[in-house]
């Protein structure tokens, strides 16, 4: 395939993507979470052993984040104590 | 410090250089047969990973053998980087980082609602440029024998500056043939 016909490719494909609806496109994506892409993606949200994992958005209140010592709690739960580190 | 040419293109072919981390014993094996163990059985992306050849590939393979270590696949200190030549038709390669498809890309989340909804913990990121790869082989009877996608660099690995340069540019090599041995070196602390 020339590199013209694959950008249609893309293209065609792409347009076929946007045309699923919501859960269907969701349904697709979830199938795929086992595959090699998907993993390396995961892996790089690991902030495994002694890395501390940031918190999901929305703050800090999943339990996951402690203020630091002085009680501060920067935007988005971050930290002063996860700055530091 | 070397300069490395990283890419070599002729009218019809392309050969990149990539660096990929695994096991000393993996890399013999390697050395020996000419057979690279891909990642996964059945899967789109499945094919053998290897970040692009430059100032950062060593250590970002490393961290890769790392992380793997952590995970209990690999003893420790025991790790190596193999350098490879890629050698495909430019008609097999895919360029997931071309401008144009990222703007296609781009047109395509701004037009899915649901994309918002994207969970990354359990890497969808990944998980939708699968469903898309499928999709196109599928559509158009093709298959990319290599292709070339930004992946994050592995965990730990503080050295590679992703706020400057964006996550590290990788070929997933899907046919091994492609994949010509240049040498093994040894990962020491």
Redesign the interface.
Known sequence: ???K???E??????A???A?G??E??A??????????????????????N?MRFP?RGGPTSGQVKPASDGSVLPGGVTAEMVEN | MTDVITEVETATMLTLKGVHGTSRSAAQEIAQHQIFQK??KG?????V?FWRENIYAKELASCWYE?RV?KGYFKPNEGAVIYADIAVN??DF?DLEKP??KD??G??AM?????E??D?????????????I???EK??N?KCRVFQ?R??????CQTYPTSLLGNPLAY?VRDETCIHLDKIEEIRK
């Open positions: 395939m020339n590199q016909t694959m950008e490719a893309v293209q065609a494909t792409l076929e993507m946007r699923l919501p859960e496109l969701h697709e994506i979830v199938k795929h979470r086992n595959s090699d892409l998907a993993e390396l993606f995961r892996i790089a949200r690991e902030f495994d052993d890395f999901p | 990642t996964g899967r789109v992306g499945t094919g990973y992380y952590r430019k008609n895919l144009l498809y296609a890309l047109i395509f037009q899915q609602p649901s994309l909804h994207l990354d913990d359990a890497g969808d990121m990944g998980a939708l440029y699968n469903v898309f499928e999709r196109l559509n158009f093709l996608i992946i994050p660099s592995p965990p730990k997933v």
